[in-house]
């Protein structure tokens, strides 16, 4: 029997984190939407002054996914919450327990350090996805639509 293991992930693994993260963005049909360099995930991720962690998924110590995840804050409800960035599985790897075995380690540290929520973004056609989350007890925020500001936009209207 594998046995899949999440551990801290630490800077060297930032090469790794980052082919994780273009193949995440393949996946999401946005190949050329990265522009992350190792450089950037080591300063960004493992900086002493940093709010982001990450940690490693690995099958018989062979690294197959990832997650990013940061805490945010509800002031409705007064505390902190654990807010997940990514998560990915290599397709080779998934169905067997890792991305299951990652929300759980997610959903411990949450409860481990009081916060009031743990929430995460899933894009709607990503079907397979939107049934596993379902299926661990997590509902969707249909109320609630995201906006962003990025790139020439963000600067533009910051007066940059």
């Known amino acids: 029997m594998s046995d899949v293991q999440i551990r801290a992930a630490q800077v060297e693994d930032s090469a790794v984190i980052l082919e994780f993260i273009r193949e995440l963005a393949v996946f999401e049909k946005e190949p050329d ?3 992350a360099t190792i450089t950037d995930i080591e300063r960004n991720l493992f900086d002493e002054h940093t709010t982001t962690e990450a940690i490693i998924c690995c ?5 197959i996914g990832f997650a990013v995840y940061f805490l945010n804050f509800s002031t409705w409800l007064g505390k902190n919450g654990l807010y997940l960035e990514d998560l990915y599985i290599t397709p080779e ?3 067997c327990g890792a991305g299951r075995k990652i929300i759980k380690y997610l959903a411990k540290k949450a409860v481990d350090t009081d916060c009031g929520r743990f929430e995460w973004s899933v894009l709607d056609w990503n079907e397979s996805a939107i049934r596993f989350y379902e299926s661990i007890g997590a509902e969707p ?3 609630w639509t995201t906006y962003r500001l990025a790139g020439s936009r963000l600067k533009a209207f910051a007066g940059k």
């Open 33 to 35: 939407a990265v522009t």
């Open 93 to 95: 790897f998934r169905n």
């Open 59 to 63: 099958l018989d110590g062979r690294p």
């Open 141 to 143: 925020l249909s109320e």
